[in-house]
């Protein structure tokens, strides 16, 4: 399978995951819940990855792995409960286009940090793709950019998934750097595992007196099968090609989540999302041409 194929695998169970996380958050009533389900989606991928790891060959690892491994789990950490923050926050329609801002952040990081420079079509198509975002917002457009931006920032979910959006532009750049010094698959299980116990302390700290009894609930198996698929299809596409590439095809995820807006959520006033959807998906095309 090209890596076309792989992130788009990446970006169905990604929007499939987000989904069904809302679902479950619906079904919350702490605050604290959140970062319990934010570490199941995790706990959950973790059998799947495991089985994976007894098929694969380790291959040699150098000091560059392993510090690499060192600055990105704290990263990964706060943008996961940003991410999830997000989704709890605002609908699942209007949040999650912003993910798509992350290309734009890989333009400029991906240089600094890999040395990667797309191309003049590719660099459109991620232009593209952010334009989207704002397209999104078109009755705020029509009203002025100050109407934007004041609909933007006071949007909570907006502003938590804009951030998690940087940081997800740091840590795919590591990530392909922690790849390029061991093998896709491996680096996918093996960080993803170790994710999984770095964010037990905030697990337990959220769960309280409850310990984590409520973790072990069987709608939260969905998640991590879902979750389990996005990992691998995301290291397999990122090795193939530059990273802002890969992870703008991936943020069709953004089109995927507004169908289950729509389906599952009964959300509303997704015409003018849908045409910054369209966009989106000129910039993807043209991103991939570049």
């Not at 989904?19 to 605050?31: D, E, H, I, P, V």
């Not at 989704?87 to 333009?107: D, G, I, Q």
């Not at 590719?122 to 934007?148: N, P």
Request: with cysteine.
């Amino acid at each position: 399978m090209t890596w076309v194929g792989y992130a788009l695998l990446s970006a169905f169970c990604l929007a499939t995951t987000d989904a069904l996380t809302k679902k479950s958050l619906g079904t919350l009533q702490r605050a604290g819940d959140l970062y319990l389900v934010a570490w199941a989606r995790l706990l959950y991928a973790s059998p799947l990855l495991l089985l994976a790891l007894i098929v694969i060959p380790i291959p040699p690892l150098d000091a560059t792995f392993w510090w690499t491994i060192v600055w990105l789990v704290p990263l990964e950490l706060t943008a996961l409960v940003l991410y999830v923050k997000a989704l709890r926050a605002s609908p699942l329609s209007l949040t999650m286009p912003f993910l798509s801002l992350t290309p734009a952040f890989l333009l400029i990081t991906s240089a600094l940090m890999l040395g990667e420079a797309p191309s003049l079509l590719g660099s459109a198509g991620v232009l593209c793709i952010v334009i989207g975002a704002f397209v999104l917002h078109a009755q705020a457009w029509r009203q002025g950019l100050r109407r934007l931006w004041e609909l933007i920032w006071r949007e909570e979910g907006s502003r938590y998934m804009i951030a998690a959006a940087f940081l997800y532009s740091i840590t795919s750049n590591l990530g392909k750097r922690a790849i390029l010094h061991s093998s896709p698959v491996f680096f996918g299980v093996v960080y993803f595992l170790i994710l999984s116990a770095a964010f037990l302390p905030i697990a337990l700290a959220a769960a309280g007196s409850r310990g984590l009894r409520s973790v072990w609930r069987r709608d939260f198996a969905a998640i991590g099968a879902f979750e389990a698929l996005m990992i691998l299809g995301h290291v397999l596409a990122i090795v193939q090609t530059n990273v802002a590439y890969m992870i703008a095809v991936k943020r069709t995820s953004a089109l995927f989540g507004m169908g289950y807006g729509a389906w599952w959520f009964g959300e509303r006033q997704l015409a003018q999302r849908l045409a910054g959807a369209a966009v989106m998906l000129i910039g993807v095309a043209l991103t991939v041409a570049g």
